[in-house]
């Protein structure tokens, strides 16, 4: 049985011909009707694009976790809480640096945003996508 295929009403489909299903398109997932059930807005970034994500919150956590990892963990399970504490802390995570992140993101929205506008020009998208290899590199 090939792994890309799910089963759904008595039937193998691939998983794609389930994403162009209309009420696939419309359905909340559980997560979605508890936030909206209390009267939240819930904005989920584009799977596999962490540099979409927030205002950097993943390139925050990926510093804060590389803290821990090389500088802050002593391997001593009572002491767990109070290392996690200092990897986020302002000592390894300066508020400039946050700012940076920020920007960084709104940086890779802007050229996506851009190179995804049906009104642009082939310039206009090949300058968003050299803006794009430059945040990468």
Request: net charge positive; aromatic share 10%.
């Amino acid at each position: 049985m090939p792994e890309a295929l799910i089963w759904y009403k008595h039937t193998w489909m691939h998983p794609l011909v389930l994403s162009e299903q209309e009420d696939f398109q419309n359905e909340r997932s559980v997560l979605e009707e508890i936030v909206f059930a209390r009267g939240h807005i819930l904005m989920l970034s584009p799977k596999c694009h962490p540099e979409l994500a927030g205002l950097g919150i993943e390139y925050t956590w990926g510093k804060a976790k590389k803290a821990f990892r090389n500088i802050v963990n002593d391997c001593v399970g009572k002491n767990l809480h109070n290392n996690i504490m200092k990897s986020v802390s302002k000592d390894f995570i300066p508020l400039e640096r946050v700012w940076k992140f920020a920007r960084r993101t709104r940086d890779y929205r802007r050229a996506y945003k851009d190179l995804l506008r049906p009104d642009a020009t082939e310039e206009e998208r090949k300058t968003s996508y050299e803006l794009m290899i430059i945040i990468i590199f």
